[in-house]
């Protein structure tokens, strides 16, 4: 009986290569695809040597939790994103700020969720990375 590899597995669920155009794609899609192809390959084998090394070095290393964890931590960045372009589009867009509802339905939360997902350490993000003043905001007393 043969066993599956946990690895090529992980390979295919998050590194997946893409699909042929078919048998009727014009040349250029095909060379499209070849080159996509080529780099999803690149990077699948790349990933793949990444975890097996790991699995063959590291003590108590599983891939499949710690591909999970990477994938929590990515969720984690992009929350954390999310929550500074809020900001931004709230406190340092001029002559005014977007809309709560057209930033709850680019965000796929409600107006409360908008209003509420972001506080002044984001805002103090925003300006940092930016250089830029909220414009809605009082500046602070000294």
């Avoid at 597995?9 to 042929?20: V, Y």
């Avoid at 695809?33 to 999803?40: H, I, N």
């Avoid at 965000?107 to 506080?119: E, H, N, P, Q, W």
Wanted: contains cysteine.
């Amino acid at each position: 009986m043969a066993t599956r590899d946990i690895i090529t597995d992980l390979a295919d669920l998050t590194h997946p290569l893409p699909e042929h155009p078919g048998d009727s794609a014009g040349d250029d899609q095909l060379d499209g695809w070849s080159a996509l192809y080529s780099e999803a390959a690149d990077e699948r084998e790349a990933f793949e040597q990444k975890l097996r090394l790991c699995w063959e070095n590291e003590d108590d290393f599983d891939p499949l939790l710690a591909e999970i964890a990477a994938a929590r931590n990515a969720m984690l960045a992009a929350e954390a994103r999310m929550r500074v372009l809020i900001a931004y589009g709230r406190e340092f867009t001029r002559p005014r700020p977007y809309r709560l509802e057209d930033l709850a339905r680019a965000a796929g939360m409600s107006i409360s969720g908008v209003r509420t997902a972001y506080d002044d350490d984001e805002v103090a993000e925003v300006a940092r990375l930016t250089g830029a003043r909220p414009a809605r905001r009082p500046a602070e007393a000294p």
